[in-house]
């Protein structure tokens, strides 16, 4: 006899009550609430093997309301994962415990990616769902055919990213795409109504999606919703209308069941009501063995899946290269290029420097995508090689992301967490501003995610303080496994791409310029990357050593000339370029304080806050930057009216040296 | 006669065009494509006198398409401002010109709020359109009746933020707001149908708003759209269907008339197709003069709104009194507050510390709107004096935001440039990412917005690294104008409040704890507002000092610990506690180095990231902090594991001294 779905969803219920309550924190009311939807996607849809979550073909599932953390930790562990143990649970939201307070994709397979800032689960949802229809497009049915599920509550759908993220998804057409919404009416500070009068349902079919309902806690309903959804080609939302804390017979469908626990007499009183005897952290055997049934339903897929892609070598071939690492690729992919700027010196804007990088790395390397939040022809980020992606041509390598930074960020964060695809994206630098959470969830999920961020300081002129970056190359530098590149021209510009392709596990940000820049390193060869110690000797001094000038980016060219100003007038000064500091960081004590002797007078030069120079110039440095708001005037006039010239600088050190 | 509208509009298409191609930079697009539209609205419907942009009573204009900037200064010019001149505009984009590349409030009066990173004009809107409702409630009709105004562009109602925005409008019943969608179908990249397939109509139906359409170089039926926008309850969007770079007969209608000057051919032909002889930047004189009519035509009316004011003096007073600074009110409010604190320590979080001083300060400050993006309960910003802000009670100071971050933090940016509202809200600080880039615009702008910013770091326990701050504090510190405090106890959190209340230029957050801390200032008094210095001793060391330990927030408790230990081994040490740094940067080079001497170990504490530290340390200084991820445990687990006792910091202290 099938084991009831009812008995299934309350082996989730009890082990989120129970984890929960042994931590003391934790959010019981959803996982309770979405027991019923989750317990049927996963017995009849869900395409998975516990035995290998590697597995490519597999549907992805994402907790996009991830404060219910304890839903997929108990479906991972009921349907027979490895891990999370039932000592896993018992320790939720301990040190080292796998399951976290959120889930964390780097802590335990199955969790595909770390959720808790609302929102972005789902916009992750959606680049998963893209990178499938491209690798469907470019592999085929037979090795590419798996869907994205995804569980949502208001709060996903509330915040502003969702209107990015469903956008893109209903104009590509994601139909593999289906939202589960945990439609409760409940937030945290309490009923919906208090904070919106949205027609949720309608704004979503407005945006090209189909759109469902079904009652949360009725097995049937909720199947009949969602074949209707897989039915349909248009992505689809599920509107279950669910009771928050389900089972719970007090404190069930109000906030306060969201994020606390229930207390010893609640769940004692939920037990009651859910007929459930067993003591906590106990799985009935008839209920648990009913589970690994679930689990290993569709684990033949996978068999199948490996025969056929057996069946063809270099077909085999082929498919598994787009899952391996792309960095090998990318210094000889450029070798032609560095020589040929070496040959033809010119001054070249670092955003069309990376364009011409992007040219033959897109050309030797198909896994990467790129796009840009509306700004391809200031971004510089399309090529030749990648046309558009589109519903008509998903093996298109360009998506036109709208404007609609956040979705795009997140969106590169579901691709690249889904695997065969290293996605780059741009926009203005200052409008980091708007997807900082998702570069920040780039590192701290360890997604190769390359940011190509342009007009990187008051040196795009006219556009004025809304969009002179000032604050953001050093703030970006503060976020942990996050590498900052602000390349000094051309070659350091390639350098830079070919670090930022050869680090899997640590997203990047290229910090580009709007205006030219001379080239610098005119000895330049594609076997001698320097940049890849993060900071290294451009111009050694000529007199006696003084000064070292260090800078970033623009302002390297600002440092050799007042070096040059400097000899001039007898004063040795080297010139250090320092293209990203993380990697700087990671070298020996001896290289680092050979660059940055204690000896000589350390004068930082770069367009942005100096906050943050002392680590390298010490308290007796100079650091010459900006710590105001720029201003709207031609590029010239502003290096000048904030100090940023030879002219301007040399006094200082003169000064400084007094 | 009357003129013609067509030919008012195509003065301002004359000076966008002019003005842009004597910059050589600038967007001519926007302002020709919606010229049409501007002028109906500014000649029929938009409240205001030229003479005095400060009218309190005036109807608010915010060019949300702020790139369009062009739109606003020649509507500014025209329509009898006394800026900008036609000088400002021959100078558009120029340094000190007040014709900057996008709108800017604090260089032009009349524009109303900077405007240019996408979506926020509109979504700061919102926010003028929910303080006049407020001040209409509690002044009356006759003292507060006036319209918000929006010129939008496709980006406008791209970015994710206007789900947010318009969701807060629906919600909110703002019938008095009125968005005027330039639809001309063309982004950056191209057509529309290349990112987007909504139905933005149905979209903004679906949110409580009110839908039209018209033909946006339609005199009368733009005039007809109006009208009934007017004549509905609900916000209203109307689709104005336009061409962008309406008249320039080679490149209207495509992307490439969005951003670049037209050239001089493009300019000759527009002025043939216009039928307009006059040379650059010259207003034929029977236009100026119908433009200089339009201005005054209601100009009458705030004569007549004075007379009202004027009629009762203790009326007037208390109306007038709303739109005073509130400083002055904020330490008197404090004064029993903190003699309690003092005469009762308790462990209190600072969140919590925040909540206390928040009751009596609302109760003195009427100006002070509250509320939270659905975390009410966690950020502690409710209290006794704001009831909810609705559409039954607009009176109502607190606003329930929901899950919108972005969308808040643009609305009290709103609120605060309309006057007469003093807003703060709370979110969590890792979340200050979603709305990042309008904290900045509180600062660039100078709108005094308090950010209530709770869960201060790995303190807030076993959420996890999704949401404990790591990077944030550092890098809102390096926001220009915005001051960051990170209060250490009770006493601290109450004098911060009193500060941020006290700087009407300048932004603040509030960063607080979730964990509970000790009373440090037990010898506190409401007239001795020792933060206001930014940084002061709190502990002088007994023995002969060697070490200052400076510290902020929770970490002030453990430098003292640490100090305790180190004087029980016989190592001076001070303790300094720095709740704001950018007033102790403010403090004299003697103040600031007596706190701070050259010659002992500077030792910094502070949950974050230790970047940017080195500022106040020095080169051989020692910081204290975090440069990873947090982690999912217990507080006391996570302080251990993250080094951050007083067991695990002496020995370092004791090695750096060796």
Known sequence: MQTDDRQLANAIRALAMDAVEAANSGHPGMPMGMADVATVLYRDFLKHNPADPTWIDRDRFVLSAGHGSMLIYALLHLSGYSNPTIEDIRNFRQLHSPCAGHPENFELPGVEC????????????????????????????????????????????????????????????????????????ITIDGDTDLSTSEDIKARYAATGWHVESCDGHDPADIRRAIHAALADSRPSLIACRTIIGFGAPNKQGGHNVHGAPLGAAEIEAARKELGWDAAPFVIPQDIAAAWREVGKARADEQAAWEARLDADTARKDSFLKQFAPVGPQAGPALEAHIAALVADPKAIATRKSSEMALGPLTEAIPQMIGGSADLTGSNNTKTKATTAFSPDDYAGRYVYYGIREFGMAAAMNGMALHGGVVPYGGTFLVFSDYCRNAIRMSALQRAQVIYVLTHDSIGLGEDGPTHQPIEHVMSLRMIPNLNVYRPADAVETAECWALALATPETPSVLALTRQNLPLLRTDASASDNRSAKGAYRLVAASAQRKVVLVATGSEVEIAAKTAAVLESRGIGADVVSMPCWELFDAQSEAYRSDLLPENALIVSIEAGTTLGWQKHIGRNGLAIGIDRFGASAPIAALYDYFGLTAEKIVPQIEAALA
Chains 1, 2 share one sequence.
Do not use: S
Not at 135 to 161: K, P, Q, S, Y
Not at 171 to 182: A, E, N
């Open 114 to 185: 770390t959720t808790g800032p609302l929102g972005q689960g789902l916009a992750m949802a959606v680049g998963m769902a893209m990178a499938e229809r491209h690798l469907n497009a470019v592999h085929g049915d037979d090795l590419v055919d798996h869907r994205t599920w995804v569980i949502a509550g208001d709060g996903c759908l509330m915040e502003g990213i969702n209107h990015e993220a469903i956008g893109l998804a209903g104009l590509h057409k994601l139909g593999r795409l289906t939202v589960l919404w945990d439609d409760n009416r």
